[in-house]
């Protein structure tokens, strides 16, 4: 008895439309053919879902351009297998992380629109990609890696409590802080750490010739 008071109290707090089990007995009675409230959506999810469908797309994107970047070094031309690995392990994160997202959109409760956008990025210029050397294409990677952190954070304040309540979701926030926030932490630094090495390297008055300081730091990305 006293779990069904708890229960009454629960559901006097919601409209009762939105009920599965209103759709169901309307179902066994003939009055609808349809359950709208029988979905596995709930919280503040739907309120922002376009918001996570942009970003797991601006992770496929990226993953074509580091792909596209990794490939750019690989040719005999540059002949840079250190950089290519970096950017290739780069693509294949981008990659995992779309689907490991579009996953999570479905298990809440969504559908994954691919179509859904937002503006232009930062790393959607294939003619630049093309045309960087070694430590413009670091730079711009590390360009891209804090642009969609900065919206992996933005998402998070969407469906926390720092937001509007009607957005809020524990759930989506936690995922955004175990699944991408703290690794986009450790890429960022990684690649700013990149950079200012080469940057020494190329700099350094007593250093060795240009392009060996360069071959060499390929060398110390390969095994990294």
């Given at each position: 008895m006293k779990g069904l008071y708890i229960l009454a109290a629960i559901l006097v707090t919601v409209s009762a439309e939105d009920?599965?089990?209103?759709?169901?007995?309307?179902?066994?009675?003939?009055?609808?053919?349809?359950?709208?409230?029988?979905?596995?959506s709930f919280s503040g999810f739907a309120q922002n879902v376009q918001h996570l469908q942009?970003?797991?797309?601006?992770?496929?994107?990226?993953?074509?351009?580091?792909?596209?970047?990794a490939a750019?070094?690989?040719?005999?031309?540059?002949?840079?297998?250190?950089?290519?690995?970096?950017?290739?392990?780069?693509?294949?994160?981008?990659?995992?992380?779309?689907i490991k997202l579009i996953k999570h959109i479905t298990k809440r409760g969504g559908v994954h629109d691919f179509y859904t956008k937002k503006s232009p990025s930062v790393h959607s210029q294939q003619k630049r990609i093309l045309e960087v050397d070694e430590l413009n294409a670091l730079a711009l990677a590390l360009d891209v890696e804090k642009t969609m952190a900065l919206e992996a954070h933005r998402l998070h304040e969407r469906y926390s409590h720092a937001n509007n309540k009607a957005h809020y979701d524990a759930e989506i926030a936690h995922y955004l802080e175990e699944e991408f926030i703290e690794s986009q932490?450790?890429?960022?630094?990684?690649?700013?750490?990149?950079?200012?090495?080469?940057?020494?390297?190329?700099?350094?008055?007593?250093?060795?010739?240009?392009s060996l300081s360069v071959y060499l730091f390929d060398e110390y990305l390969q095994k990294d």
């Open positions: 009920f599965c089990t209103n759709d169901a007995i309307a179902g066994c009675t003939g009055q609808s053919d349809e359950l709208i409230n029988c979905n596995a942009a970003y797991a797309n601006e992770h496929i994107s990226k993953s074509f351009d580091y792909l596209l970047l750019n070094f690989g040719t005999h031309v540059k002949n840079r297998p250190g950089f290519e690995k970096q950017f290739r392990a780069l693509s294949d994160a981008a990659w995992g992380n779309a932490a450790g890429t960022v630094r990684r690649f700013s750490g990149y950079i200012n090495d080469l940057k020494r390297l190329i700099q350094n008055p007593v250093s060795l010739d240009t």
